[in-house]
């Protein structure tokens, strides 16, 4: 089984670096509403999907769970 995660509250990427260090684990969207964290996290995880946005506002939720079931997570992670 591997997991495809969605990191919430990613800042720079701490969690998703340590879980992404097993092989079954891969982070495929990170969100925050820190601007420079999440480009810090960009840097550090190019290959991730980012979202810029307060999870409490509508639209922001919205395109995050289009992109979760675009992309299948099946794992939530917060920090």
């Known amino acids: 089984m591997s997991y495809r995660i969605l990191d919430l509250f990613s800042g720079a990427g701490g ?3 340590g879980l992404d ?3 079954v684990y891969k982070t495929v969207i990170a969100t925050d509403f820190n601007k420079a ?3 810090t996290f960009k840097k550090n995880f190019p290959d991730t999907e980012t979202i810029l946005g ?3 506002c509508k639209e922001t939720k919205k395109k995050i769970i289009e ?3 675009e ?3 099946n794992m939530v ?3």
């Open 37 to 39: 964290a999440l480009e």
């Open 21 to 23: 260090q097993l092989e």
């Open 15 to 17: 969690f998703s670096l």
């Open 77 to 79: 992670i917060g920090g």
């Open 71 to 73: 992309l299948n997570v």
């Open 67 to 69: 992109k979760a079931k």
């Open 54 to 56: 307060d999870i409490t």
